[in-house]
DNA sequence: CCTTTCAGTGAACATCCGTACACTGAAACC
DNA sequence: GGTTTCAGTGTACGGATGTTCACTGAAAGG
């Protein structure tokens, strides 16, 4: 195993087969739950025997939480994307569920993961995704303190705020990217039902506008 | 095992037992996920041979899905509370609120089973649990449909705010009983808010009254 | 060039897993 | 009161699990 055309350095190769291990571990997660995982099967798909492992990870809960941290990479990116190009108050709800959509499709399994795991069995994982969210929420509390109309609004106000975006969009993700949502047809919907739930909780209830059928 | 005090008919015993093993799941359930379990744990706990199992579940993803049914008993029990005694429509999310604290207490594990196995890792149960997630929002936009200011809506908007709602309820409804929220104080501010965000879909960002502190 | 490092090997381990099978003994039934 | 039913027993199995340990062979380094 693990011999390739010429040239590659040794820590190249324990590169890779890290890389392999993650992957087969995202691969894997797509239809189990970490808590369910195996080291074996792990390494027999990346085609490593079970020892080779530690080589890499002290544990598997190790591994969970390079899982964590990748992800959250990936899920930082999209924010930075929507944040680059400064789109008007109006416009920010449908810039973000396009970034949204378009890096769902690049990093499927990472937003699958979160998903899953967000609530899910294991305690440091669970605990890890949790402590990342709520900085995200922070972090997201503090770029809505600009905008126009909520200057005035405190520290406590604002965290509401992003707290029900945030779980918004974790939940519509998970649920465009998750299991059932392979009919592209199933996912526009979801995308358009969280576009509509984003801009009523702007507007309200109160000064909600009936979708015209 | 299974003796008793004097006079007990024997399907009393079988579901004794049946209901022991349910318990023992949604105890074990409290510390990993439904698709690590195990049959042999399961029935060391209630004190039966592990081949007994079989006498009451023909597999454990049935016994899963007899958790699901009576986990939504437990979620419908609480939507009529609030229901029976029709509560001003301005109190409503106040009344729903302490509803769902008070049940709370006398079902946590089940409110913990279904936030923890609804994007969890077994597929029927998963399927299960979105099932009954849909019938409860399209009751409660049915519900909603007779509020003072949405008689004009249609089905869809009303679909989009039951969904907002039920989101909202059952993630709430996890970090309160799920791991974390042990402390008494951690649980009321929660709570709190949930109310907040509750109120804030329904006036919407724009009405919002900045909470004073 | 010779030595060191170390990713991956392969056998062995103790333990857990689900399930098949023949069984027992007491409650249920006629 | 004799027969049937059936929840729970006990043994036994084949296979999967994580982890140990001493090992190999090629790349890295002096």
Same mark, same amino acid.
């Given at each position: 195993?693990?011999?390739?055309? *010429?040239?590659?350095?040794?820590?190249?190769?324990k590169?890779? #087969?890290?890389?392999a291990?993650?992957? *087969?571990?995202?691969d894997?997660? +797509?239809e189990? @739950?970490?808590?369910?995982? $195996?080291?074996?099967?792990?390494?027999?798909?990346?085609?490593?025997?079970? #020892? &080779?492992?530690?080589?890499?990870? $002290? @544990?598997l809960?190790?591994?969970? =939480? !390079?899982?964590?941290?990748? $992800?959250?990479?990936?899920?930082? !990116?999209?924010? /930075?994307? %929507?944040?680059?190009?400064?789109?008007?108050?109006?416009? =920010?709800?449908?810039?973000?569920?396009?970034? =949204? @959509?378009?890096?769902?499709?690049?990093?499927? !399994?990472?937003?699958?993961?979160?998903?899953?795991?967000?609530?899910?069995?294991?305690?440091?994982?669970?605990?890890?995704?949790?402590?990342?969210?709520?900085?995200?929420?922070?972090?997201?509390?503090?770029?809505? &303190?600009?905008?126009?109309?909520?200057?005035?609004?405190?520290? +406590?106000?604002?965290?509401?705020?992003?707290?029900?975006? %945030?779980?918004?969009?974790?939940?519509?993700?998970?649920?465009?990217?998750g299991?059932?949502?392979?009919?592209?047809?199933? /996912?526009?919907?979801?995308?358009?039902?969280? /576009?509509?739930?984003?801009?009523?909780? %702007?507007?309200?209830?109160?000064?909600?506008?009936?979708?015209?059928?």
């Amino acid at each position: 195993m693990t011999t390739q055309p *010429a040239t590659e350095t040794r820590q190249e190769r324990k590169e890779r #087969t890290r890389r392999a291990l993650l992957d *087969a571990a995202l691969d894997q997660l +797509a239809e189990e @739950s970490f808590g369910s995982l $195996s080291l074996r099967r792990l390494t027999k798909q990346v085609g490593i025997v079970p #020892t &080779a492992f530690y080589r890499h990870f $002290s @544990s598997l809960d190790e591994m969970g =939480l !390079a899982l964590v941290d990748e $992800s959250f990479v990936s899920l930082r !990116a999209m924010i /930075r994307d %929507v944040r680059r190009d400064q789109p008007p108050p109006d416009e =920010l709800i449908e810039r973000s569920v396009d970034v =949204l @959509s378009r890096q769902l499709d690049a990093n499927m !399994a990472h937003f699958r993961f979160i998903g899953r795991e967000r609530y899910g069995g294991v305690a440091p994982i669970r605990e890890a995704i949790a402590h990342e969210l709520g900085l995200i929420e922070r972090e997201l509390a503090t770029d809505l &303190a600009r905008m126009p109309g909520l200057e005035a609004w405190g520290a +406590a106000d604002l965290q509401l705020l992003a707290g029900l975006f %945030v779980n918004l969009m974790v939940v519509a993700a998970y649920e465009m990217v998750g299991p059932g949502a392979e009919d592209p047809a199933v /996912r526009r919907e979801i995308e358009e039902t969280l /576009r509509h739930q984003a801009r009523m909780i %702007v507007v309200g209830v109160a000064g909600w506008q009936p979708l015209e059928r």
